[in-house]
Nanobody, 123 residues
């Protein structure tokens, strides 16, 4: 069992940056691919990025490629999402999740989820 807790979401102006963190409990964090998703009101949960178990490979949705970066620190059981050049359409609840598969953008392939952190980008 892995418990995930996201943090770092806040209100930011368009063009700004944020770094989200996701802290995992348990001793098996490095066994999982980690991913980030987001969900805006009334919309489906969208895949953003994934990172392999050792952090050596990353995979991004086209919508955020070049603006977002994903990284992990297995010694700290934490995965990060660096978001740059934020736009109002990036406003959503952001979730981290753990999967046995890599690379995968399918939410159904992720077995553990955090509760989410709100990111609001003002214009």
């Amino acid at each position: 069992q892995v418990q995930l807790v996201e943090s770092g979401g806040e209100l930011v102006q368009a063009g700004g940056s944020l770094r989200l963190s996701c802290a995992a409990s348990g001793r098996t964090f490095s066994s999982y691919t980690m991913g980030w998703f987001r969900q805006a009101p009334g919309k489906e949960r969208d895949f953003l990025a994934a990172i392999s178990r050792n952090g050596g490979d990353t995979y991004f949705a086209d919508s955020v490629k070049g603006r977002f970066a994903i990284s992990r620190d297995n010694a700290k059981n934490t995965v990060y999402l660096q978001m740059n050049s934020l736009k109002p359409e990036d406003t959503a609840v952001y979730y981290c999740a753990a999967s046995w598969y890599y690379p995968t953008a399918r939410p159904n392939n992720y077995v553990y989820w955090g509760q989410g952190t709100q990111v609001t980008v003002s214009s």
